[in-house]
């Protein structure tokens, strides 16, 4: 099994590598492909050491699996190269999430959409991820009428140069930036560019998403995303209407026999999901589950989870294991 990984010096390129050692993903021959400027740098991974690859070479050497990610514009240029030479690619840009050609998938939730012909598969938004993560098996069983969300999303989520402004003015360094504002001690209710309905690109991305891979447009979703100092992982507060009542009780026993949710809730304990614990975690974490008391059938929860882990590197491995194990993909 030939595979690439598109985009390997980057943030999340980094942290698919470090997901797969972890794993032990299995391959024969390993392909570390990024843009011209990094071509000819040696990576190491698992001991060995690797040359960085061009596209145009990597495309040559036509692996089994790609995973992309290396941004919207070179998936819009690559993927479908790569896809004409037989190459399953799997992007972790937007590019083509919202193609009704192309699956979007969170394997534990719709896993089972993939068929053999797929040769662009879409890894979705970070923040959606995790929130669907913990609404699917919510909506299954009580079928979800509304949800209203706020993110609190770290910075590790623009990239390094983000993160490297917001130590610069930690250091009271006047560095690149690439905010439009100072992004140390302060929020940003901005992310991604503004569109003509006064929305963010991140926020209608949490609404389309989330309704494609819960396969149900009638869910309402309205979204505000927010930047904040923080490197751990992206938060969110959820508020979910539902057209069934539910109990907590059920609530947070759905939730903790879900794979890859754990609840933390206990917050006369002071136990809570935060982003400082959920670094380098794969898991989505759950808590400050409480009713809405301002109308009936409405829930509250707080949603936290590594971005550059199951919201992007872990996610994308993951649908290589999964469609590796139902064979749709040649080992």
């Known amino acids: 099994m030939k595979l690439a990984v598109v985009g390997a010096t980057g943030l999340v390129g980094q942290e698919i590598l470090k997901v797969m050692e972890e794993?032990?993903?299995?391959?024969?021959?390993?392909?570390?492909?990024?843009?011209?400027?990094?071509?000819?740098?040696?990576l190491k991974f698992k001991g060995k050491e690797y040359t960085i690859k061009g596209m145009e070479e990597a495309v040559k050497l036509a692996p089994d699996v790609a995973i992309f990610s290396a941004g919207g514009g070179t998936s819009?240029?690559?993927?479908?190269?790569?896809?004409?030479?037989?190459?399953?690619?799997?992007?972790?840009?937007?590019?083509?999430?919202?193609?009704?050609?192309?699956?979007?998938?969170?394997?534990e939730?719709?896993?089972?959409?993939?068929?053999?012909?797929?040769?662009?598969?879409?890894?979705?938004?970070?923040?959606?991820?995790?929130?669907?993560?913990?609404?699917?098996?919510?909506?299954?069983?009580?079928?979800?009428?509304?949800?209203?969300?706020?993110?609190?999303?770290?910075?590790?989520?623009?990239?390094?140069?983000?993160v490297q402004q917001m130590m610069d003015e930690r250091k009271g360094i006047d560095?690149?930036?690439?905010?439009?504002?100072?992004?140390?001690?302060?929020?940003?209710?901005?992310?991604?560019?503004?569109?003509?309905?006064?929305?963010?690109?991140?926020?209608?991305?949490?609404?389309?998403?989330?309704r494609k891979i819960l396969n149900d447009n009638t869910i309402g979703v309205t979204s505000t995303t927010v930047r904040i100092p923080s490197v751990g992982g992206h938060s969110e507060a959820v508020n979910v209407e539902f057209y069934e009542d539910f109990?907590?009780?059920e609530v947070r026993s759905i939730l903790a026999d879900t794979p890859g949710v754990i609840v933390q809730d206990d917050p006369k304990n002071n136990i809570y999901p935060m982003p400082i614990n959920s670094h380098g975690r794969d898991e989505v974490f759950v808590g400050r589950l409480r009713r809405d008391e301002?109308?009936?059938?409405?829930?509250?929860?707080?949603?936290?989870?590594?971005n550059l882990r199951k919201g992007a590197a872990t996610n994308a491995v993951q649908i290589a294991e999964f469609m590796l194990e139902k064979s749709l993909v040649a080992e």
């Open 23 to 42: 794993r032990d993903f299995r391959f024969d021959e390993l392909y570390l492909v990024a843009s011209a400027k990094s071509v000819g740098q040696k």
């Open 247 to 249: 109990k907590l009780s």
């Open 294 to 306: 301002s109308q009936p059938n409405t829930l509250n929860m707080w949603i936290v989870a590594d």
């Open 175 to 210: 560095g690149p930036k690439v905010y439009p504002h100072p992004i140390d001690m302060n929020a940003l209710p901005h992310i991604d560019s503004f569109l003509d309905n006064g929305y963010t690109k991140e926020e209608m991305k949490m609404v389309n998403e989330t």
């Open 76 to 107: 819009l240029e690559w993927a479908p190269k790569f896809a004409e030479v037989g190459t399953i690619v799997i992007d972790n840009s937007s590019a083509w999430r919202m193609d009704a050609t192309k699956k979007l998938v969170v394997p």
């Open 109 to 162: 939730i719709n896993g089972h959409v993939i068929t053999i012909d797929d040769r662009i598969i879409a890894n979705p938004n970070c923040s959606t991820i995790q929130m669907v993560m913990a609404l699917a098996p919510l909506h299954k069983k009580y079928k979800i009428k509304r949800i209203v969300v706020s993110t609190y999303q770290s910075v590790t989520g623009t990239g390094k140069d983000a």
